[in-house]
């Protein structure tokens, strides 16, 4: 497989009143043509921040260091003109929230073939025609027809479809995807992750899953990289994070998460609460919750390193005994 991103220290800082916030610290990932890249963590982990710093849609007061290389063009330089050259095109991001992202005044097709009309120069004519071929390729039904309705004639299963055909439209390298089955059912979720895979598979789109549910991951991804207090603590195979958890964070995601194999009578969530990225602890971030804390967790930081030298996977933790459920608990 060819590498098609390539993050290298990439930081998001954002300017408060009287001081500043580090929500991404020093993060470090690629990712290869076809692959799928799960990224998990807590609300305010950094997780959506660093890909929102990647297409260069942080809010005013963010500022995006550090490298993401997309071939020989750094993203994170680029002018906002020469990214609208490259968003939509080459790399796309479908949100949470569909009925936020589209125009409820447009139709389905004009939002559609826009897409087309300006990054690969069709007519009018065309652009329609391959937006309805598109809607049809992720499932909605009578897409002609559904092509002449406004977003707000759909429902949310239907307009996250929707995005997804506007990502796919101009078969980007890079398809990033926000918590994109958070609002869902079940049923829909589990169609939703069907055509995310068949879609990697058939363009060959590497696709990044930011998500808090740990069943998306486990049914769609490839790789997972573990985000807490805007650094990654975990990087692996999905099923060597799973089955072998190496940072307590990991572990305790896991235990939290409901599993058919095992029947808990309650579930035993991640004790305390996130850090604040205004204050983070000193030594390891998450050290006030963890089991596994001993005296060097309080004084220093983990850095993110691999769990041998014969393997990929890395972890940001200093404990090196075995992790065991029982502890959590």
Known sequence: MSKVL?????SVTFALHNSEVRAVNNLNFSLEAGETLAVVGESGSGKSQAFLSIMGLLAKNGRTSGRAMMGPIDLVGLETSQLDRVRGKDIAMIFQDPMTSLNPSLKVKTQLSEVLVKHRGFDKDKAVTTAIEMLERVGIPEPAKRANAFPHEMSGGMRQRVMIAMALLCQPKILIADEPTTALDVT???QMLELFKSLTEDFGTALVMITHDLGVVAGVADRMMVMYGGRAVETGMVDELFYDPRHPYTLGLLHSTPHIAHRQARLDPIQGLPPSLEHLPKGCSFNPRCAFCFDRCLEER????????ASAREKACFYEGPLSYEKVA
């Open 188 to 190: 829909v979720q589990a």
């Open 6 to 10: 390539d993050v290298i220290d990439l």
């Open 302 to 309: 983990p850095p993110l390193v691999p769990v041998s030298e």
